[in-house]
């Protein structure tokens, strides 16, 4: 039988949304093993001279832990 655990993480970017996901991913993928899923719980972004100067995710992080 499998028990998964999920983790909380942050992550930035300043070219797109997608990138912010995707580094996101990519950084916990360093230290997780087995992830399996991720569900993006927040998208928030900050502006600077009334254009979106960075993007920012809240992610939730879902990985089988290892027997």
Same mark, same amino acid.
């Given at each position: 039988m *499998? +028990? $998964?655990r999920v983790t909380e993480i942050? *992550? $930035?970017s300043k070219a797109s949304l997608e !990138? $912010?996901? /995707?580094l996101g991913v990519e /950084? $916990?993928?360093e230290t997780l093993d087995n992830i399996k899923s991720v569900w993006v719980q !927040? @998208?928030?972004a900050s502006v600077k !001279?009334?254009? @979106? !100067?960075e993007?920012? +995710?809240n992610m939730k992080v879902t990985f089988i832990l290892k027997d």
């Open positions: *499998s +028990v $998964a942050t *992550s $930035a !990138d $912010a996901i /995707r /950084r $916990a993928n !927040d @998208i928030n !001279d009334g254009k @979106i !100067d993007w920012l +995710v």
